[in-house]
């Protein structure tokens, strides 16, 4: 079993990875990432878990780019939920969401691999596209009548807060 890394990060504002026993970057953070390690960011002074902090810098340094991930529009709806009663809903919807298409990229790229072996390039793709539809629909609409099962409580609850 792997054990989880521990980066330290001190008042300084460096970052020490306690594994390789050596300073670090953000930008070899981005990299842990990528290589599907774990590990956790600790305040040295405070002994606080930081690592969603360096997270959210790393994206935020990433989106600066020219082909930011996150639109503005997307920034505004999910800057609306915080606060509202579907807070919670929206965070496992997105965590669903990103695992789902995750494991779909995999099985794209599988298939598309396998595919590239014995035939055309674009007759893979066409074969490929009415497979993951019909799924990434059903996953949706799921998901979206869970959300509004949720709305419809917290709208109960308020109404029967209102009345008492």
């Known amino acids: ?8 990060k001190y008042p300084n504002r460096r970052l ?24 956790t960011v600790v305040d040295k002074r405070s002994g606080r878990d930081i690592t969603r902090s360096i997270l959210l810098q790393i994206i935020s340094d990433q989106e600066e780019g020219s082909n930011p991930i ?15 009663s579907m807070q919670g809903a929206m965070s496992s ?23 590239l072996d014995v035939s055309n390039p674009i007759t893979a793709l066409r074969e490929l596209t009415p ?3 019909p799924i990434w629909k059903n996953v ?3 998901v979206l009548a869970n959300l509004r099962q949720r709305r419809d409580a917290a709208d109960e609850r308020n109404r029967t807060d209102d009345d008492a």
């Open 140 to 142: 949706r609409r799921e």
């Open 1 to 8: 079993m792997a054990t989880l890394r521990l980066i330290n």
């Open 16 to 39: 020490y990875d306690t594994g390789s026993s050596c300073y670090i970057t953000l930008e070899d953070v981005r990299r842990l990432v990528i290589a599907g390690e774990d590990f």
């Open 70 to 84: 996150f639109r503005t529009r997307v920034l505004r709806h999910i800057i609306r939920f915080y606060g509202d």
């Open 93 to 115: 919807y997105l965590e669903l969401s990103l695992d789902f298409f995750n494991e779909q990229q995999q099985q794209f790229r599988g298939r598309l691999k396998s595919m």
């Open 131 to 133: 497979l993951q539809r």
